[in-house]
Each structure stands twice: as C-alpha cells, then as structure tokens.
C-alpha cells in the first residue's frame, strides 16, 4: 500500500510507451482519498514520431470514464522523454475498515506502425492500493461475564498499526479510565470495588467504551457490555461469636461451663457485610429454637451434654455466611427423693404397729454439676390434722444418701404426715409419708360418729380405713371423687358430666413424678422449681385398662406464670429430660 504509485506499458524493442502515474491525499474524518492521477507518452531518443493534437487521451479510474484532447507529438528528441498528456483528480471512499483499491486505466489512440507492427491504441493499466484510513476501532471481549477480582481480555482489532485506544468503564453510577494508550488489546483486572455498585445485586452490566486515535486525533467511540459478578468471596464476614451466660447469678462464668435447665445463652454476633452490601438479618440457632438478630438471648437449655449454636448471616445480596460451634451443658435434674417409708416401732428401731416410735427410711440423689452442687435433706412430722411441722433431722446430701431415723413421742389413737425436702443450690424436691395410728381391726370412735378399720377412727363423721380395700360388687358415687394420693391401680372411671372436658386442677404440690391425676399444680419435680399446670397422658391400652406409676405416660407441662410449655414421657421405668415444645 502506498499514497503514490505508477503503471507503464512499453513497447518490446523500446521506442514509444504509455505510463500512468496516482498520488492520493487522505481525508481521515470522511474516509476519503482524493486520487491524482498523470498520463505520459515515453518516447526513447532519436527515434522521431508526430501525432497531431486531435488525438484524445481516455482515463477510466475506479470505473469511471473521461476523455479529453492530448497535446500534439511531432519531432525528435535527444533524451528519453516523458510527455504530459492528461491529468485527472478523483475523490473515492473508502470502504469501511479503510481499505481502497482503485482500478485505473488510460488509453490513447495512435495508429502508428512500430517495427512491422502496426498499433490503433496505446494502453496501460493497474490498480492503486491506496494506504488504509485509520477507522475506529470495534472491541470484542475474551468472555462475556467476569467475576469481579478475575481477567478479562479486551481484543481491539484496529485496521491500522498506528492506532492507539483510550478505554472508560461506567458501571452503576461508577465511571473512570481504565487506559489510555492500548494497542491491540488489553487484560483488565476487574476491582472488586467496583461492586459497591450493586450492594443488593450478584451481577451488573458494565459498558466499556473505547475511544479510538490516529495522530491524536480521534476516530469515534465504539462500546461493548460486560456483566460482573460478585465472587462467592464477597459473603458477609463473621469476625466472632461471643457466647456467655445470661444467668450469671446461678451459674458463675468461672465455672466455665453451661447447667441444664438454669443456663441460657446470650449469643453476642460481630458481622459485617462486604464491597458496599448491608447485613440485613443474623439468625441464630440453638438447638431446634432459633433468634434473630446481632444480640439474642436464648431459652434456658434444658438438654444436657453438647448443644449446638448457630449463625447465619445474610446480606443485602442475599450471599449468606454461617457460624458453628457448640457449648457443653452439665446435666442437672431436680433432687430425686427415691424412697421415703415411715413405719411406727420400738425404741430401738424394732417393727411395732403400737409402737409410740416411727423409723422414717430415706433414700434420695442430688446431680453433682461438676462437684458445684450442694444440697441439703430434711426430714418433718405432723399430726395429720396439724398445719406445723416439727423438724426431726436435717443432714447434708453430698450426691447420694440412704439412712433411716427414728422419732418419738408419737400417740398410738393419731396418725403422722412425714416429710422429706431435699434442697440443692437450685431447687427443692419433697416426698410424703404417712404414719397411721396403732393397728386395731375396728375401731369406734368415743362419741359414736366415726368408725375406723384396721386404724383408730380419728376423723368424725368419717369411714377411716388403714386397709388396702377390694370391692366385689359395683361401687356407686353419688359425690365427687377425691384422690388427694392418685388414683393408684384402679381401672378408669367414666365421667358423663360436662366437667370432664374442662381442664380442672386435682390437686395441688403433687409430686410430678407419681402423680396420675389428670392435672395437678405443683413445683415437685416440674420442669423448674417454679410453679406448673402439668397434664398426665396414660397409656393403658383398652378403655377398661388398668394404670399405676409404672404405666408409660407422658406429661405436658404449662407456666403458671408464663407461656413456656415443657414436655417428657416415661418408658421403660424411667422420666426422659424436660424438653422445650417447639
């Protein structure tokens, strides 16, 4: 390619010939040449020729044709000469990358004899390559997303060697230069900055425009869009996780751990979101409960061993990050009173049912907490028609104890309530026993209103049986029915009255643990040493069947002052642990 050029036919042997000569001027902003193009008849020294001037000379250049009358040729001439005979300008686009071939001919009429050969016309032709006009330059990316972070090529195939590019990026309200000397092509890194941008999208369109120059001056702007993604790695970041005690007052932090059923967590979370994003929820979980937000406080745990925490933090992309981790929660149950019997008796302890003694056999575990517990039993009397109580023993209970105590004094025509309460550092568990009166078949009473059997007859106007009792025939109940003790083995009892579907308290401080009363309000072993409204399930198989404490069951258990709801069964012989209901 070049801005000049020239084209020459000659005769074999020399003498005559035609040449063609272009130049061109480029006009960059239109795309065009203007082309000049010159025709010379070459004539060789001493070799005289004369063509008269009504001779015309044609020119057809890039398919257009003209003609015009040449100058007179006459005479010899001492030098190989070259003689003007035509000249023409051309203004010619060029194609759209730049490019311009142009097509050229001129031809002379002549009908001259040359050695033996006789010719009509002189003719030379060719075509121009004229230089490429610099042209704007359209990119092309080397993939059409990126993520942010990574590489993307940016290919500029520019027509021209010379051309230099200047690229921008505007990217959700962002602009900026990316370069502004680019020659082929370009590898831009794609900041992660950028997508603070999108602080609530995973992806952006992001227009890259490229200025195209030749010689300073500019060709045109050519753009191209690419999406960015935001990189797995922009997620939330959960710099900690602080877990402490929320009942500091019962569980020491020193202790350096968790107690079943008198710990609960707060779960302090530091987060922050990434490249301009917001946190927009923390959701904490402990076990099957879950909390939102940076500070929560948990329910109390009621499951001992390892209880797991976690938390998920979201951002306004919607990208999540989760913590785990797990606290480890000491088992603590209330004092479990296993045995309690009171049996009248000698002095020395010796089985008397007219004894003015009672021998009181205990049996009752305390939950170690890692050797932080510590409890203490007492053991009480009463008569049973007295509201005080006389303290007969109090000892230490360090986990365990099984022992027996004898008490005096004791009349042989009143029966005795006893007492066992074993108090640790959380709460207290209490049993009852009774004492009865000296052993006799019957028994009337002094003033003829009051008959006892198998015990001395000690409320009036009352049939006090000390036996255990067998009805062989049907039992009718003309009043309600009172089982301040429970029901015990007895088959079900059907109830027609509209009361049966109320939920009606039975009875009151009933130890959890026995009790077969359809409801009861009590703080023996309950889920807590608070007060709760606790249902008793049975299984007992048919509607005739038979139950006692050591049917299956189960129990639900509602705050009598607040909304908590517990729950447990008993399988096996055996209470499973207060769970919380969900």
């Not at 005769?11 to 001027?25: C, D, P, R, T, Y």
């Not at 079943?260 to 076990?287: E, F, K, M, P």
């Not at 003829?448 to 109940?477: C, M, N």
């Not at 049975?538 to 705050?559: C, D, E, L, M, W």
């Amino acid at each position: 390619m070049a801005l000049s050029g020239s084209f020459t036919w000659k005769h074999s042997n020399g003498h005559i010939g035609l040449i063609l000569k272009w130049s061109a001027v480029h006009n960059i902003s239109d795309n065009t040449s203007t082309l000049t193009v010159r025709s010379y008849l070459w004539r060789q020294k001493n070799w005289p020729i004369t063509l008269n001037a009504e001779r015309k000379m044609t020119h057809v250049v890039n398919g257009s044709s003209s003609s015009a009358v040449a100058p007179q040729i006459s005479g010899d001439v001492n030098a190989d000469t070259e003689t003007l005979m035509r000249t023409t300008t051309h203004t010619i686009p060029h194609k759209e990358d730049g490019t311009l071939s142009v097509p050229m001919s001129a031809s002379y009429p002549v009908n001259l004899a040359v050695h033996g050969t006789t010719y009509n016309t002189f003719t030379v032709s060719g075509t121009a390559n004229v230089d490429t006009i610099p042209r704007a330059t359209t990119p092309t990316l080397s993939a059409s997303s990126v993520t942010a972070g990574q590489a993307v090529t940016i290919n500029l195939p520019r027509n021209v060697a010379s051309v230099t590019h200047s690229i921008a990026y505007a990217f959700g309200g962002q602009t900026g230069t990316i370069i502004t000397d680019a020659g082929a092509s370009y590898a831009w890194t794609v900041p992660t900055s950028l997508l603070s941008a999108i602080p609530n999208a995973f992806s952006g369109t992001c227009t890259l425009s490229v200025t195209s120059f030749a010689g300073g001056v500019s060709l045109g702007t050519r753009s191209i869009q690419l999406m960015i993604n935001v990189p797995t790695s922009a997620a939330p970041v959960v710099s900690s996780v602080a877990i402490s005690e929320v009942n500091t007052s019962v569980v020491p932090p020193a202790w350096g751990f968790y107690v079943q059923g008198r710990s609960a967590l707060r779960i302090l979370t530091t987060a922050t979101a990434q490249y301009g994003a917001s946190i927009t929820g923390i959701s904490v979980a402990v076990g099957v409960n879950t909390y939102s937000g940076a500070d929560v406080t948990s329910h109390v745990l009621t499951l001992a061993g390892t209880n797991t925490v976690s938390v998920t933090v979201t951002d306004s992309r919607g990208q999540k990050t989760t913590w785990n981790g797990s606290v480890n929660v000491v088992a603590y149950t209330m004092p479990t009173i296993s045995a309690l019997s009171a049996n009248r008796c000698n002095q020395d302890g010796t089985a008397n049912d007219e004894g003015t003694y009672a021998r009181i056999t205990y049996a009752a575990t305390v939950a170690p907490v890692n050797n932080q517990n510590s409890a203490t039993g007492v053991i009480e009397y009463k008569l049973s028609t007295a509201s005080t109580w006389t303290q007969a023993s109090t000892f230490p209970v360090i986990y365990s104890v099984n022992s027996s105590v004898i008490i005096s004094g004791l009349n042989v025509n009143n029966s005795y309530d006893v007492r066992m309460r074993v108090t640790d550092k959380y709460s207290e568990s209490t049993r009852n026993a009774e004492i009865p009166t000296a052993a006799t078949i019957l028994d009337f009473r002094a003033d003829g209103k009051g008959l006892g059997i198998g015990k001395v007859s000690e409320i009036p106007d009352t049939l006090d049986v000390g036996y255990d009792a067998r009805f062989r025939k049907p039992v009718t109940i003309d009043s309600p029915l009172t089982a301040s003790g429970g029901l015990g083995n007895v088959p079900r009892i059907g109830v027609n009255n509209a009361e049966a579907a109320m939920a009606v308290v039975n009875a009151y401080n009933a130890d959890a643990n026995t009790t077969l009363l359809p409801w009861v309000l009590t703080n023996v072993n309950g889920p807590t040493s608070d007060f709760w409204y606790i249902r008793t399930i049975i299984n007992v198989g048919s509607p005739t069947g038979a139950f006692n404490t050591t049917t299956n069951r189960k129990q639900i258990a509602y705050g009598y002052q607040s909304n908590a709801v517990r729950y447990r069964h008993y399988v096996s012989g055996a209470w499973s642990a207060w769970g919380a209901a969900t």
